[in-house]
C-alpha cells in the first residue's frame, strides 16, 4: 500500500487546515488509519488514530479538543483537521496504516506497515 500526503501549508496561529491520506496499491478498509508529526530535531510522535474495528478515535493530549481525525473508506482517503493551530504545532506529519486498532498499538509506531512521505505544517504569525 502506498500512502499519500497532502495539505500541509504555512498558516497563521489560531487559523485551520485539513491534510489528507490517500492509499493506493492495497486495501485500506482493514487498517487503522493513524497520524504522527515531527518537529525539527525531535522524535517522531503520536498526534490520533482512528480504528478500522470501531471507528474509535484516539488523541495525544496536546491535539485533544483542537484535531479530528475521520475516514471515508469509499475514497480511501484519511484525513486529520487541525483547528486552532499554534507554533507548536509546527511539524512534518506523516499518516500510517496499522492493521491492529487498540489503544495501545495504534500509539506506537511500530505497530504501523505502511507510511506517507509527510506533509509540512508551518504556524508562524
Known amino acids: 500500500v502506498q500512502l499519500q500526503a497532502s495539505g500541509g501549508g504555512l498558516v497563521q496561529p489560531g487559523g485551520s487546515l485539513r491534510i489528507s491520506c490517500v492509499a493506493s496499491?492495497?486495501?485500506?478498509?482493514?487498517?487503522?488509519l493513524g497520524w504522527f508529526r515531527q518537529a525539527p530535531g525531535k522524535e517522531r510522535e503520536f498526534v490520533a488514530a482512528?480504528?478500522?474495528?470501531?471507528?474509535?478515535?484516539y488523541y495525544s493530549d496536546p491535539v485533544k479538543g483542537r484535531f479530528t481525525i475521520y475516514r471515508d473508506n469509499a475514497k480511501n482517503t484519511g484525513y486529520l483537521q487541525l483547528n486552532n493551530l499554534k507554533p507548536d504545532d509546527t511539524a512534518i506529519y506523516f499518516c500510517?496504516?496499522?492493521?491492529?486498532?487498540?489503544?495501545?498499538?495504534?500509539?506506537?509506531?511500530?505497530?504501523?506497515?505502511?507510511w506517507g512521505q509527510g506533509t509540512l505544517v508551518t504556524v508562524s504569525s
Open positions: 482512528i480504528s478500522y474495528r470501531t471507528r474509535q478515535t
Open positions: 500510517a496504516l496499522n492493521p491492529y486498532y487498540t489503544l495501545s498499538d495504534l500509539t506506537s509506531r511500530s505497530r504501523y506497515d505502511y
Open positions: 496499491g492495497g486495501p485500506f478498509t482493514p487498517y487503522s
